[in-house]
């Protein structure tokens, strides 16, 4: 194959097929700094570079057609290549590309898509914040809460309760509010007043216990910080329905309410960050509704657009709009893209392709029972310790033996090998250390689970024997 392109391309628009691969892989080397990545690492195997999407499936630039189990990367909920998006996105450009909301000014698409997340929002929910991702959700988030009970006159209760292995994005707040040790130890992070408690994880943490009591004992341990702490210096406690990239860590049932019944007695404030259970992921619009809580603030992004163009926020209930807006005073947070039109027009159709081809019954009643059935019974593999799905959300665990449990060294970076056979097959599964998860489109048919649930069987067999042949088992 012959190069095509220029050394160093300036846009992948002057790459056509048939591609060089080598090429356009030592451009993105030389110039594009990936984003949590170990560059060296990367520039010396080569990205895959992803060049067309269609319905659930990805090509690479070697023509190879990938099976995107995690829908790009958590967001693309009504799957690849819907005309009737890019079709939005472009009458909005040619009419307004843009305008700000700032001076007292609105634009039609946020004006329009802040009422339909009115609508579709759980009860108590009528404003939006507009953001440009989910982490400056969350930033939105830290500045809201404090906003709020100084305007009720409490400006001791700065602090905000999280859990170690939660993710809420990646800026200072985000990172902060997250519990990645390793975006800790970056940057001087977490910022002031931000403080983690346990994640609500069986495998790990609950030897001996049913998954409700180790649900309620997790919850538990917000009550003891918040003793701790005093509560009249708490602010809030954020966390994902189901924790997404620490591993789909999905919490036993007992979990959230209890969480809700501590916030409760204690007045302080609950967030729920939809960010990837949000706009159907769940068999609900929102997660919280599965979970059984009743948040005073929302996060969401990702699955608003389908990722198809960036777009974050914050839904905002009765209890803090009402002091925003009350106060009588500026709220001094804002962005540029807040309200962006052509990204509030693009949620606006992708919110009614959900609503059209009702994808979120789809997921509660049918293909989301399906994938558990189909995905649950993954555990039956020999290296396959515990399989367990939520929605259109699923995670096994690798174990080197199963009966006794005995778990991978660290260090032999299972789930890292596992994922290259995954992608080897052709399909995209995740690994998070021993974990392998999946956030299917939720388009995502019976028969195509099906192939993927082959396709995952495959790879774990050749893990398996790949695992044999290194003599790890
Ligand atoms: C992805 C994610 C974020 C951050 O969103 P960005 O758009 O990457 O800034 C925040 N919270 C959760 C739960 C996420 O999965």
Not at 78 to 87: M, Q
Not at 178 to 198: N, R, V
Request: proline residues 5%.
């Amino acid at each position: 194959m012959h190069a095509r392109i220029d050394p160093a391309p300036v846009s992948g628009a002057t790459a056509t097929p048939p591609y060089d691969t080598r090429a356009l892989q030592a451009a993105d080397s030389a110039h594009y700094l990936h984003p949590a990545t170990d560059h060296k690492a990367l520039a010396e195997i080569g990205a895959r570079i992803i060049v067309r999407g269609d319905g659930i499936y990805v090509w690479d630039s070697e023509g190879n057609r990938i099976l995107d189990a995690m829908s790009g990367l958590w967001c693309v909920n009504v799957g690849y290549g819907r005309r009737e998006l890019a079709d939005a996105a472009y009458r909005q450009l040619i009419t307004l590309p843009f305008y700000n909301s700032f001076f007292n000014t609105s634009n039609l698409p946020a004006i329009s898509l802040a009422g339909t997340l009115a609508r579709i929002a759980p009860p108590g929910f009528n404003h939006v914040f507009f953001t440009g991702s989910g982490s400056e959700g969350n930033d939105t988030i830290v500045r809201m809460v404090r906003r709020y009970w100084d305007l009720q006159g409490q400006p001791r209760r700065k602090v905000i309760i999280s859990r170690r292995n939660a993710y809420h994005g990646s800026t200072m707040a985000g990172a902060s509010l997250g519990g990645m040790d390793a975006m800790h130890a970056q940057g001087g992070l977490p910022i002031p007043d931000i403080t983690h408690i346990e994640q609500p994880y069986h495998f790990e943490n609950g030897a001996g216990l049913t998954p409700d009591e180790y649900g309620v004992l997790a919850a538990h341990r917000l009550e003891e910080k918040i003793q701790e702490l005093s509560a009249d210096r708490v602010a809030a406690f954020i966390g994902e329905p189901v924790q997404g990239a620490g591993g789909v860590i999905i919490p036993p049932a007992s979990y959230w309410p209890q969480i809700q019944r501590i916030c409760d007695r204690h007045g302080i404030l609950l967030v729920s960050d939809e960010v990837i259970c949000g706009f159907g992921r769940l068999g609900h619009w929102f997660g919280c509704e599965r979970m059984g809580t009743r948040p005073d603030l929302i996060t969401f992004a990702k699955g608003v657009t389908s990722g198809y163009v960036p777009l974050g926020g914050v839904l905002v209930g009765e209890r803090v709009a009402k002091a925003l807006i009350d106060s009588g005073e500026e709220f001094t947070h804002g962005f540029t893209y807040s309200g962006h039109p052509v990204a509030c027009a693009v949620a606006v159709e992708n919110i009614a392709i959900i609503e059209r081809e009702k994808l979120v019954e789809r997921v509660r009643e049918d293909v989301g029972p399906y994938l558990k059935q189909r995905f649950e019974a993954l555990a039956d593999h020999p290296l396959v310790g515990q399989a367990e799905a939520c929605g259109m959300m699923a995670a096994l665990v690798l174990v080197k033996n199963k009966r006794p449990l005995e778990r991978f060294a660290e260090d032999l970076k299972i789930g890292l090998l596992c994922r290259g056979h995954m992608f080897g097959s052709g399909v995209v599964m995740r690994a998070v250390g021993e974990r392998m998860i999946i956030a299917p489109p939720l388009v995502i048919t019976r028969t195509q689970i099906d192939e993927m649930i082959a396709l995952i069987r495959r790879s774990l067999d050749l893990t398996l024997k790949d695992v044999k042949a290194r003599g790890w088992v």
